[in-house]
């Protein structure tokens, strides 16, 4: 985000623009949560990262060994030195469902899911295909999390797949 926010307001002549990324692949993290429901598929939420960048940016693609702010230098993996004069860090938000107890304990991505991961989505759209019905519920482990609107989402996007099963519509 950062990179299309600066590239088209810094003057070319006066600025380079790298970015390092270790990952080929844009992971579209809004879209996870319409997968279960079909309004997505999984491949719908994958694209590749330098389709977003603009036109005369450094793209280094590259996991980063450690940086060295003393000496604004950064170490990739392959020991190439990047040196910058501004260093922007964007690493993201993960889950960790291991900080749970009992959460991965056998059931996880098969009655158990989350919607936040592709995998856990996927495996979520699967279960939903096959689901019978029963008991459903919607568990928020603990805050912050990545976005806080989306188990509220969930409970609505669910409830014409409830009302078939309810129904015993096909």
């Not at 790298?18 to 309004?39: N, R």
């Amino acid at each position: 985000m950062m990179l299309n926010k600066l590239s088209p307001v810094l003057d070319k002549s006066e600025w380079h623009i790298t970015i390092v990324d270790q990952h080929e692949k844009h992971y579209y993290q809004p879209g996870f949560l319409f997968i279960p429901f079909g309004i997505y598929s999984c491949n719908d939420v994958i694209k590749p990262k330098r389709d977003f960048f603009p036109s005369g940016t450094e793209v280094i693609m590259s996991e980063i060994d450690r940086i060295e702010p003393a000496e604004n230098r950064i170490i990739l993996n392959n020991k190439v030195i990047l040196n910058y004069d501004y260093l922007i860090i964007a690493t993201g938000a993960r889950i960790k469902p291991e900080e749970t107890e009992g959460l991965k304990d056998g059931l996880w991505h098969k009655n158990i899911f989350d919607f936040y991961t592709l995998e856990g989505a996927c495996s979520l759209a699967d279960f939903f295909k096959r689901w019978e019905g029963g008991k459903n519920d919607v568990n928020i482990t603990e805050m912050p999390i990545k976005c806080p609107v989306a188990p509220l989402e969930f409970v609505f996007l669910q409830i014409p797949i409830l009302q078939k099963k309810v129904s015993g519509i096909k």
